[in-house]
């Protein structure tokens, strides 16, 4: 069935209505959206789960204007119809996608310059894993965190999608890896990804053992998305010049910090969210991350972790998954 003919035809897609538990997931009926301009038409092969869509379905992510309240913020697919301005794209091409929601459905729309081609040695459906994490890491590791080859960094989360990311790109351009992980099992799996020491926060901890293991130098960048208590930690952790980057705050918010540390070691604090983000510079961020991570994944070096996948209609389940806390790697939801 060709693009044109599936436009305005029913489709299942995934909801949280009212917001509350992953029981309040549930599948409904809408119209495949004819591409606007600037936009492809997907055939969604899977969509990768993502702790925005957790907050979402409890109804503690308020959509702007316009944002669909079909959840899913990236997926994988083939290319079945274009809008007008949709350049550099085909019919036919195999793609994943950042998309500011609509992912957990059969088919979606993204804007072009959004879009990414599915690389070499990964699946269709382990693709849908890859933007949110590859555009999330590359932005705040590297381009915000000004991580360097030779530099050290610290993964809080290093058993997630995000974080098994951060750990194998920041190997593979030259940094010695640090992670925070909540089992022996993760610590292990995270040292299998090229961690050098990953630390047991149930059981250690973690500035006392990057201080050991650096013999006092600390880190050059941390990668937080816990918040609370771990800022001062982390704080008290970094490298002279050092550079700590929040992409979350699970532990909460609010916080109180010494600012004199701050001072005295001209430290940066800093953090970043990319669903926000405009078009133009998603797009940039999208081209960016070609040029620098797809050829990584092309030569083996780096690669998605899949945890584990679960049919559409089973979006409870894989809500649960992640919420566990036990997953290593991407949830994913599939279509076929």
């Known amino acids: 069935m060709d693009g044109e003919s599936v436009i305005g035809r029913p489709m299942r897609a995934v909801?949280?209505?009212?917001?509350?538990?992953?029981?309040?997931?549930?599948?409904?009926e809408r119209p495949v959206s004819r591409p606007g301009c600037g936009e492809v038409l997907i055939k969604?092969?899977?969509?990768?789960?993502?702790?925005?869509?957790?907050?979402?379905?409890?109804g503690r992510y308020p959509l702007a204007p316009g944002m669909p309240d079909v959840l899913g913020l990236e997926a994988s697919g083939v290319i079945v119809a274009l809008g007008d301005g949709a350049a550099g794209w085909h019919v036919?091409?195999?793609?994943?996608?950042?998309?500011?929601?609509?992912?957990?459905?059969?088919?979606?729309?993204?804007?072009?310059?959004?879009?990414?081609?599915?690389?070499?040695?990964?699946?269709?459906?382990?693709?849908?894993?890859?933007?949110e994490v590859a555009m999330t890491v590359w932005?705040?590791?590297?381009?915000?965190g000004a991580l360097r080859p030779g530099e050290r960094l610290l993964v809080h989360g290093g058993a997630s999608g995000i974080g098994t990311m951060a750990i194998q790109l920041a190997r593979a351009l030259g940094s010695e890896v640090f992670a925070t992980a909540g089992s022996a099992e993760k610590c292990r799996r995270c040292e299998a990804l090229g961690a050098s020491r990953a630390i047991n926060y149930r059981e250690e901890d973690f500035v006392e053992i990057v201080g050991r293991e650096t013999a006092g130098a600390g880190v050059d960048v941390v990668l937080d998305?816990?918040?609370?208590?771990?800022?001062?930690?982390?704080?008290?952790?970094?490298a002279q010049g050092g550079r700590l980057v929040m992409i979350a705050h699970k532990q909460g918010s609010k916080v109180e910090l010494d600012c004199g540390l701050i001072q005295r070691r001209h430290l940066s604090l800093t953090g970043s969210g990319l669903r926000p983000r405009p078009l133009a510079e998603?797009?940039?961020?999208?081209?960016?991350?070609?040029?620098?991570?797809?050829?990584?994944?092309?030569?083996?070096?780096?690669?998605?972790?899949?945890?584990?996948?679960?049919?559409l209609a089973e979006a409870a389940r894989a809500h649960q998954r992640m919420e566990s806390g036990a997953h290593v790697g991407k949830v994913l939801l599939t279509t076929g």
């Open 92 to 131: 036919g091409d195999p793609v994943c996608a950042l998309l500011v929601g609509g992912g957990y459905a059969e088919y979606c729309t993204a804007p072009a310059v959004q879009c990414l081609p599915v690389p070499h040695a990964v699946t269709l459906v382990e693709a849908g894993g890859l933007p």
């Open 44 to 58: 969604v092969a899977a969509a990768g789960l993502n702790g925005a869509d957790l907050l979402q379905r409890r």
């Open 15 to 28: 909801i949280a209505e009212p917001p509350g538990g992953p029981e309040m997931l549930r599948i409904v």
């Open 282 to 311: 998603k797009g940039r961020l999208a081209a960016a991350v070609k040029k620098a991570v797809w050829p990584l994944i092309a030569a083996g070096r780096v690669r998605p972790v899949i945890d584990s996948t679960f049919p």
């Open 139 to 144: 932005s705040n590791v590297f381009e915000i």
């Open 225 to 238: 998305m816990v918040g609370g208590t771990y800022l001062q930690r982390d704080l008290s952790i970094l």
